[in-house]
């Protein structure tokens, strides 16, 4: 793992980096992939029939079925490149949603949801009529099955629900809510942000209609993400912008559409971002995703049981099943008081409310402090972060 946290540039200056969870560093195969196409191998894709064009769209391509490959997706062509997850999202949203939903439908998400499964959802709600309602959460931070049980009725059209909360640490039993929903007829999307990062992820095992993640909590660039969708969800959706390479043909009186991935695809696509996306996903693989998975929960133990030991500590999300995430309120400290001490001691970590304020208006705190962990994290890490939150506590405690 040494050897693993050496291929890290920006690890080098000292600091404690406990933060993964908003953004991971790079390692040098995702930063030199990047480097090597924008240095000799840049082109415009889809468009040029010259040598170097049709080399960067044969590199953009494959970017995509790595992409696929590395979600379990049977095909590339069930792969949108977006933004992020908050794009991912949204595009579903105005897309499918805008499509599929009527007065009266039910979108059903969580109360651990991050903003960007909550926004989109109640700006659609505006346009078509469908209704929003949140699975409550039980006091140790996890999915309250029972009320999920009770809530997924025939009008819920889809169940939107987070794989690993941002805010808690949360793992929620996704195989268990797809079998569920699917007998229910209903569509299901899970937001992939903090699992794909963190364990193999397989979209054909999970049998999920959508899947969204970001390729800068995977090792990546940022401004790139995945859409997974089934092939027949995605043929079923419209275009949501409008410009070049989503069209077949275009007069002033109508176009007509191109079909999926390139439907959703407007504009000219994040070439290099594609290039260091896919190099990320290639990085993990090569260094084996059970034993990283494996390290991190091994670390995720340590770090919860040295925390244990640090006074008038209180620990935010508690499921039986978590993990990369520990969130947490110290004495009568404030969140972003945490933050900044633990910086003067050379500490990163995210102080707030992680863009899930439902969830911490669920647990009465105005927000948190949060632990997050990488790949690249190891004990000495922890034992920097507790000694320097053991001085937060002898001020506020």
């Not at 590199?59 to 794009?87: C, H, W, Y």
């Not at 340590?302 to 969130?327: C, F, H, K, W």
Request: charged letters at 20%.
């Amino acid at each position: 793992m040494e050897h693993l946290r050496a291929q890290f540039p920006a690890l080098h200056d000292g600091e404690t980096y406990l933060d993964t969870a908003a953004t991971a560093h790079k390692p040098l195969a995702v930063i030199e992939a990047m480097d090597n196409f924008l240095r000799s191998g840049y082109g415009t894709v889809h468009r040029g029939m010259y040598q170097r064009s049709v080399a960067s769209t044969q590199a953009f391509e494959k970017s995509r079925s790595t992409i696929a490959n590395f979600l379990g997706a049977p095909s590339a062509q069930n792969i949108v490149f977006t933004m992020g997850t908050t794009d991912a999202i949204n595009l579903v949203a105005w897309s499918w949603g805008r499509k599929h939903l009527r007065t009266g439908d039910i979108v059903l998400i969580s109360e651990m949801e991050h903003h960007a499964n909550i926004v989109p959802w109640q700006l659609l709600s505006e346009i078509t009529g469908c209704v929003l309602q949140a699975c409550p959460v039980l006091d140790d931070g996890s999915l309250d099955m029972a009320a999920f049980d009770t809530m997924l009725t025939e009008q819920v059209k889809l169940v939107s629900i987070v794989h690993i909360s941002n805010a808690l640490g949360t793992i929620n039993p996704v195989h268990d809510i797809v079998t569920k929903a699917h007998a229910n007829g209903s569509k299901v999307l899970i937001d992939g942000a903090q699992s794909s990062p963190h364990m193999p992820v397989n979209v054909t095992e999970l049998d999920c209609d959508f899947f969204v993640c970001s390729a800068h909590k995977l090792y990546g660039p940022t401004g790139i993400g995945a859409l997974y969708a089934k092939s027949d969800v995605l043929e079923s959706m419209p275009p949501w912008r409008g410009g070049g390479e989503m069209i077949e043909r275009v007069t002033i009186a109508k176009s007509t559409f191109a079909p999926p991935p390139s439907r959703f695809e407007a504009g000219t696509p994040p070439i290099v971002e594609a290039i260091g996306f896919a190099a990320a996903c290639t990085w993990m693989e090569a260094n084996d995703r059970n034993a990283l998975t494996n390290y991190e929960h091994d670390l995720f133990t340590y770090a919860e049981n040295r925390m244990a030991d640090i006074p008038n500590i209180r620990r935010i999300g508690t499921a039986e099943q978590r993990t990369g995430v520990l969130s947490f309120v110290l004495g009568d400290a404030h969140a972003s008081d945490i933050s900044s001490i633990l910086d003067m001691e050379g500490v990163a970590i995210r102080a707030g409310h992680h863009c899930a304020q439902p969830i911490m208006d669920r647990f009465a705190v105005p927000a948190t402090a949060r632990i997050s962990l990488g790949v690249y994290n190891n004990r000495a890490d922890i034992d920097t972060a507790v000694a320097a939150l053991h001085k937060v506590s002898d001020i506020f405690g």
